[in-house]
DNA sequence: ATTTAACCTTACAGTTTTGTAACAAAAAAG
DNA sequence: CTTTTTTGTTACAAAACTGTAAGGTTAAAT
C-alpha cells in the first residue's frame, strides 16, 4: 500500500512494484487513512512524510500503537532529522526521493523478508549445529530429530535465549510453571536431566552445565 | 564488534557506542576474521566494505552462510552498487561514512531491536482480544488462560499467520504430520473440534469457521 | 426430495508426559 | 576429613494427549 500524495510518484511507484509482481493498493483519498490502513492490513506501507492535512511520522507514531505492519517511509527532503524520526518512531527502513528503482525494491524485498520471519513465527532457533523448531518442538541434526517434550521445549527455550549467562533454577521454575509455590523442587532437577539425556541423543553432551549453588548454564 | 581497517574510525566508534552502553569488540587483525566473527558471535557486526585482505561483500555473504547474526555494513563510498550489493547479500542495514552519530546510534538500535524479538522469541501473537503465547503453548484472554496441545498449537499457529485465507485440510495435515499417507482422515476433525472447544473457553465461538469443500478459516 | 459426500461428536484405549519419592552422587561448608 | 547442602538418577503412578472407530449432522449435488 502506497500512501503518498504525489500522483505522479505514485502512479510510477506503483507501476514498479506491480512490473515486479506486487500487488498495490493506492488509497482514494486521505481521510481516514490510519482506519484504512489498518482496516487494509497490508504486507507493506510506503508512507510520505509529506502529505497534506497529515504528519506522516504521527501517522507513523498512531499506527505503531496497535500494528506490527512494516514500514518503509518515503520523502523528498534528504534530512537527516527525519529519518532519525522515522526511525525512533518504529518505521523499518527510510529512502529518500529521487529513490534508485533497484534500490527500493531491494529494500521492499529485505523488509518484506524479515517481516515475514516474523510474521509467518518461522521460529527455528540454532544452536551450534542444531536447529531448534519452536513450532514442531523438535531438534534436528542433520538428519536425526528428536522431539521435545513441553517442559524440555521450556527449559531449552530458555536456555538457548539466554546463552552464555548462567541461568537461576528460580528463572527455570517461573518459565515453567505459574505457581512454582505447590511445585516440589526436585521436579526440575528431574526434568533438566530428561532434557540432558534428549541432548545426548544427537551427541551433546555436557553442554547444560550445572553452576552449583547458581544455576545452569548452556555452553 | 567492529570490523574495519580504519583506526582512527574504529576507536572513535568504539567511544561513541561505549559512551552510549554497548559493549565493544575489536578484532587485533583480520586474520581468519570469519572464524572469529563466528566464535565470539557478537549481538551485531559493524563491517567495513573495504577492508585489507579481505573483501567485505564476500564475507557477508559467507558469514550468512552460516549465522543470522544482524550486520550493518559500513562504507566510505557513497555507492549505491555496493548497497545493492550489501542488502542482497543479507545486511540488515547500511551507512554511510562520514555518518551522523546519532543516525547512526538510532539504526543500531532499530536492528538491535528488530533481531532480539527474533532472538528472544518474543512469540506472543495478538489474535483479536486472544494473546497466544507459542512458547508456552497458552491462550489467554483477560484472566483467563487456556493451554494448548501440541497439535492444537500447530493448528492454530497455522491458522493465525494464515487469517481471512481459506486453508486447507491438506495444508494442516502437512503441518501436523510429516507423513500424512498413514493418519486417518478424520482425526484432522478430531484435532480440529478439540481446538474448537478450547476456544469456546475463553468466549470464541464460531471463529474458525468450516468452509466445506474446500478447508477451514480464521475469521 | 433424495442421495451422497464432507464434516462433526463422543467414547475409548494405547501411548506419552509429568510430578513425586527414595536413594545416590558431588560439591561446598565446617 | 566429616558433615551438610545441592544436585542427579531411577522407578512408578497419575494425568494428559492422541488416534481410531462408530454413529450423527450438515450442506451440496442430483
Known amino acids: 500500500m502506497i500512501v503518498d500524495d504525489d500522483e505522479a510518484i505514485s502512479s510510477e511507484l506503483k507501476e514498479l512494484l506491480q512490473n515486479n509482481g ?15 490502513i489498518l482496516k487494509i492490513s497490508p504486507d507493506l506501507l510506503l508512507l510520505d512524510i509529506n502529505l497534506p492535512f497529515v504528519n506522516g511520522e504521527l501517522l507513523l507514531q498512531n499506527l505503531r500503537k496497535t500494528s506490527n505492519i512494516p514500514v518503509i ?5 534528504n534530512n537527516e532529522t527525519d ?30 523478508k524479515r517481516s515475514s520471519i516474523n510474521y509467518n513465527n518461522n521460529t527455528t532457533i540454532t544452536y551450534k549445529e542444531l536447529k531448534f523448531d519452536t513450532q514442531k518442538g523438535s531438534i534436528k541434526r542433520d538428519n536425526t530429530e528428536i522431539i521435545l517434550t513441553k517442559n524440555e521445549m521450556i527449559i531449552f527455550s530458555y536456555l ?26 526436585n521436579t526440575l532437577t528431574v526434568n533438566i536431566s530428561r532434557l ?16 552449583k549453588g547458581q544455576g545452569y548454564i548452556l555452553l
Open 22 to 36: 506486487y500487488e498495490v493498493i493506492l488509497p482514494q483519498d486521505f481521510n481516514n487513512i490510519l482506519e484504512k
Open 73 to 77: 517511509m518515503v520523502t523528498s527532503k
Open 83 to 112: 529519518e532519525a524520526l522515522s526511525i525512533s518512531y518504529g518505521a523499518d527502513d527510510y529512502i529518500t526521493k529521487p529513490y534508485n528503482p533497484n534500490i527500493l525494491l531491494l529494500r521492499i524485498g529485505a523488509v518484506l
Open 160 to 185: 538457548v535465549t539466554h546463552q552464555k549467562r548462567i541461568v537461576t533454577r528460580d528463572e527455570l521454575m517461573t518459565a515453567l510453571w505459574d505457581n512454582t509455590e505447590y511445585v516440589n523442587d
Open 196 to 211: 540432558r539425556n534428549k541432548l545426548k541423543e544427537v551427541g551433546y553432551i555436557d553442554v547444560l552445565a550445572t553452576r
